[in-house]
């Protein structure tokens, strides 16, 4: 009886230290030193494209400047092409970014660009000429609530990348 006694206690010992070592190791994710990471739109990948529906992978790079890996738990995007919204959502997928590194993070988009079809067709009559893009939202990083990195970015894409030959 006494040995199980002293066993529950180590037990809980063990998981009390294990809690508090996991705890500071959030501090880092929320301390002062944390530096924001930069997430630019890398690439727009066509999956189908009929004519209700359009299927693309959008991957997000995300640079992490931190001298400690980056729990990414999601992603809150809207994407414009010039001035059409291309795709907005959510996601809640993982990906953790080792320091002061990067990688990839992959989106799947299903949308319907018919009512601006006349308009993207002649966005694509010249596919060397860029189109610029337009990223907004929020990266939401770090654990248990963590925090929201605001994302604000523009740039351009070249459509002759996009379409296989």
């Known amino acids: 009886m006494l040995c199980q006694e002293r066993t529950i206690k180590i037990f809980r010992m063990m998981a009390l230290l294990s809690l508090l070592s996991a705890l500071s190791g959030c501090s880092t994710w929320l301390g002062s030193d944390f530096k924001n990471p930069q997430v ?3 690439k727009v990948e066509i999956i189908k494209a ?6 693309f ?4 790079r995300i640079d ?10 999601g992603m809150r995007y809207n994407v414009h092409l010039n001035d059409v919204q291309l795709a907005s ?3 809640g997928g993982w ?3 080792p320091a002061n590194s990067f990688d990839y993070y992959e989106v799947p988009v299903n949308t319907n660009l018919w009512r ?10 010249k596919p060397d000429r860029p189109i610029a893009y337009r990223l907004d939202g929020e990266l939401k990083v770090g654990m248990w609530g963590g925090r929201r990195v605001h ?7 070249i459509p002759g990348t996009l379409i296989p030959e």
Do not use: W
Request: hydrophobic letters at 40%; charged letters at 25%.
């Open 116 to 125: 601006h079809m006349k308009y993207i067709v002649r966005l694509l009559e």
């Open 89 to 91: 959502g959510e996601t």
């Open 151 to 157: 994302i604000s970015q523009n740039g351009e894409i």
């Open 40 to 42: 630019e739109l890398a």
């Open 57 to 60: 992978m959008l991957r997000f």
């Open 64 to 73: 992490n400047p931190n001298d400690h890996s980056l729990p990414v738990r």
């Open 95 to 97: 990906l953790t970014v």
């Open 50 to 55: 009929r004519l209700l529906e359009q299927q």
